[in-house]
């Protein structure tokens, strides 16, 4: 299976700020890159598929840069609503796996 | 608008079999252009990739559960199901059902998950 390495694994914000992420794949996976956010009790919502591409309905200050090995999800300028944990899935290989998360909590 | 909602039993006990469903609502299962997977997340854990499965027949399990599993689908039913034999207390998770477009794809819609705990 192709291991998949967020880091950090936890981050304290405020508003406004820019935030970043960064997932790391054990292999090149191209461009087989999603971001999903996860808010307590919810399911995860798709925000970035294939490393770049937002979501439809997904505001503008997420993005998402990458190929091969290394990505990064950047929040450009934190609201309220977006602290949550943050999840990297790779869809390149059978079985697709995901990092292990991102909690993006207040400062 | 679409729409998946699973159900089934919230408590099993170890060694039986789990099977849940999944209501797809605001589209139709059979479509060519989707597969129709399960994903599930221990309380407190990460998300583990269980299953997808394409209305055709096309099938594609994790590895680590390929022995337990059976994921199906009715389409008359516009249904889509989970089977996992010989459950332990490590299967206690939230199970989720989703969509992808494509097997290599995204999940784009999720159903909002349902805990099944597995205990005496």
């Known amino acids: 299976d192709i291991q998949m390495t967020q880091s950090p694994s936890s981050l304290s914000a405020s508003v406004r700020d820019r935030v970043t992420i960064t997932c790391r794949a054990s292999?090149?996976?191209?461009?087989?890159l999603n971001w999903y956010q996860q808010k307590p009790g919810k399911a995860p919502k798709l925000l970035i598929y294939a490393a770049t591409n937002l979501q439809s309905g997904v505001p503008s200050r997420f993005s998402g840069t990458g190929s091969g090995t290394d990505f990064t999800l950047t929040i450009s300028s934190l609201q309220p609503e977006d602290f949550a944990t943050y999840y990297c899935q790779q869809t390149y290989n059978s079985p697709p796996t995901f990092g292990q998360g991102t909690r993006v909590e207040t400062k | 608008q679409l729409q998946l909602q699973e159900s089934g039993p919230g408590l099993v006990k170890p060694s039986e079999t789990l099977s849940l469903s999944c209501t797809v609502s605001g589209a139709s299962i059979n479509s060519n252009d989707y597969y129709w997977g399960w994903i599930r997340q221990p309380p407190g854990k990460g998300l583990e990739w269980i299953g997808s499965v394409h209305y055709t027949g096309s099938i594609s399990y994790n590895p680590s559960l390929k022995s337990r599993v059976i994921i199906s689908v009715d389409t008359s039913k516009n249904l889509l199901s989970l089977k996992l034999t010989s459950v332990t207390a490590a299967d206690t998770a939230v199970y989720y059902c989703a969509r992808q477009p494509g097997l290599a794809a995204a999940s784009d819609y999720w159903g909002q998950g349902t805990l099944v705990t597995v205990s005496s």
């Open positions: 292999q090149s996976i191209f461009s087989y």
